[in-house]
């Protein structure tokens, strides 16, 4: 049986992490050099050209028309689910240096809610509805998993937050959830196979350079959760204890997100992607970034008397 994200996660195994001696001496961009990062990463959701992809899309196989649907399912649901959650972060910034950055990456999901948007609408051919109607509908290709994660996890974890910006707690818990969950291992392993197939294939060129816009975007986005959650758990040893024990919730979770459907949970293939192969990126993608952020999955055992 192949090991799920929730099996690989429980066994604390980092020794798969290439390099990893280097890790503690990475040395994070701060929220400032991030905000200058994105004016020099710019892009426009809405100039991709997507005429070969039509073109495409006819000839697509089922298995791989169906696949592409439920993956981008996730995606287009996705943005829009943090695009909406995101005001709480926002309001939680402790300068305005961060502030500057933190309004750039709600801007960025909203751009990407925008790409995914005009991908449905003028590839897949969903033309006779407006947004709010394209999203329910492709909201019924998304698992209970999904749900439970991005309408109830992310939207308590965001309602804390608003609740109370100041509290350094909810904002280390939104933060794990966000972008070490959600964005650091759902959205980054789904853009790995997504983006690995099609540069195999050789379809879809406009979608490919959108979507590696967003996957860029994104990566920008967790480097500043890796640099809040190193700063914060530094300062406050109790907090990694705390991130431990949001991942030890969500992982289980968001390893259900990625299960397509109809197949078995433990061990599904889908267009010669295991799952074995599939949760293995995503742990090894977390276990490196929780390395550097110094908050290994299983806790150091305390010193000998």
Known sequence: MAATLLDLTQQGDVATISDESKLDKVKLLRPQQLYELWERQQWLSQEIDFSQDVEDWTNLTDEEREWFVWGMSAF????????????????????????????TQQVDEARHMQFFDRFYREVVGMRDADIRERLARVRRNVNDAFVKLFDEALVEAGQRLIADPTSVEAKVDFVTAYHMVIEGTLALTGQWTITDYWEKTGKMPGFLEGFKNVARDEHRHVAYGTWYLKRACAENGALADRVRATLGELLPIASGVLVPPGQDPNDWELLGYTSEQVNKFAFTALTRRLKVIGVPLVAAEPAAA
């Open 76 to 103: 287009f649901i996705g943005e829009e689910r943090v695009t909406t959650q995101f005001s709480g972060l926002v309001m939680a910034y402790e300068d305005e240096q961060e502030e500057a950055f933190l309004t």
